[in-house]
């Protein structure tokens, strides 16, 4: 039988559990148990009427239904009923990459090149099959699990698209400090090169404990990632790496055909010779990075329900 199934046999082949992992705009993830090998997934329900355009959805499932990869989270099956459309899913436990760091007893430049080389493998794994995920960021770099050495999954293909050698991609789209250049400039881009830029973030990231880009307001955010506009300030950069602080700068250039590639940054020096350098201060700044994401998120929220309830009551 292929990944997809045009069936409503979802129930019986797995058990679908009440427990709500997490939910969205038009879709909720639950665990669901393979009535035939007992193995645990999750299932991402996504409900039909409240999708703009199933096309986007469809997408995503191709996407996903090529990819093999042990640091990308594996599709299992699609069971496409009338009103509803199920992914069955590989099972992720771990939580955030960031908030494993933070709970971690010591952090150093290694373990963030360990990082690193598994991005940025994954990346150029994707990138050889001419995919471009669109969407890097916190929220989408997972853990297999909560044990010490759990594996990276790279996680929500939902704005992932097939490079084509006809058509540039047009849309603006990612997340406000993480997007690329090239995207903000609307001109076109047709490379993953968008991937290694949000990378690059990450990376930072990982190395201080704050974002390169941080205005409040979009247009000076949008701004300053145009123009490349960021620094190593001092304390938190003072005792990092040189050979760190040049992969940042490679992977963080505004020309997408000068930016290194995901490939090239896996022989990068930095992650090769995975410098002890201990990064307490980036821990400590993560954490309260984490915790301000968080609450934006949160309010983000809060804010929509008001709205809403407004709309309603009118």
């Known amino acids: 039988?292929?990944?997809?199934?045009?069936?409503?046999?979802?129930?019986?082949?797995?058990?679908?559990?009440?427990?709500?992992?997490?939910?969205?705009?038009?879709?909720?993830?639950?665990?669901?148990?393979?009535?035939?090998?007992?193995a645990m997934h999750a299932v991402k329900i996504?409900?039909?009427s409240k999708v703009e355009d199933m096309g986007d959805i469809e997408r995503?499932?191709?996407?996903?239904?090529?990819?093999?990869?042990?640091?990308?989270?594996?599709?299992?099956?699609?069971?496409?009923?009338?009103?509803?459309?199920?992914?069955?899913?590989?099972?992720?436990?771990?939580?955030?990459?960031?908030?494993?760091?933070?709970?971690?007893?010591?952090?150093?430049e290694k373990a963030a090149a360990e990082v690193m080389m598994t991005l940025c493998s994954a990346l150029s794994y994707l990138h050889d099959m001419k995919i471009v995920h669109r969407d890097l960021k916190p929220e989408n770099i997972l853990l297999k699990d909560t044990s010490p050495d759990a594996s990276i999954k790279i996680a929500d293909f939902g704005l992932a698209r097939i490079i084509s050698s006809t058509q540039m991609m047009k849309t603006a789209c990612g997340t406000p400090g993480y997007v690329a250049p090239e995207v903000l400039q609307n001109k076109g881009y047709d490379s993953g090169a968008v991937d290694v830029?949000?990378?690059?973030?990450?990376?930072?990231?990982?190395?201080?404990?704050?974002?390169?880009?941080?205005?409040?307001?979009?247009?000076?955010?949008?701004?300053?990632?145009?123009?490349?506009?960021?620094d190593f300030p001092s304390p938190w950069w003072d005792t990092i790496s040189s050979e760190g602080k040049d992969l940042v700068r490679r992977m963080l250039t505004v020309d997408p055909k000068k930016r290194i590639t995901a490939a090239e940054a896996t022989a990068h020096n930095w992650i090769q010779t995975k410098s002890d350098t201990a990064l307490d201060h980036a821990k400590g700044n993560l954490k309260k990075y984490q915790a301000s994401r968080r609450l934006k998120k949160a309010t983000k929220k809060l804010m929509a329900l008001q709205k809403l309830k407004l709309a309603v009551a009118k």
């Open 60 to 108: 995503e499932v191709e996407i996903m239904g090529k990819v093999d990869h042990p640091n990308v989270i594996k599709l299992v099956e699609v069971f496409d009923e009338p009103k509803v459309m199920n992914l069955v899913m590989e099972l992720v436990t771990g939580g955030e990459l960031f908030d494993s760091i933070v709970a971690r007893g010591s952090y150093t």
């Open 1 to 38: 039988m292929g990944i997809f199934t045009k069936t409503t046999a979802l129930k019986k082949k797995y058990e679908v559990g009440k427990e709500t992992l997490g939910s969205g705009n038009f879709a909720t993830v639950k665990k669901c148990k393979s009535k035939d090998t007992g």
């Open 46 to 48: 996504i409900d039909k």
């Open 197 to 230: 830029w949000s990378t690059g973030v990450i990376l930072y990231i990982l190395l201080c404990g704050f974002p390169p880009f941080y205005e409040e307001e979009l247009p000076a955010l949008f701004d300053q990632i145009l123009k490349g506009k960021y």
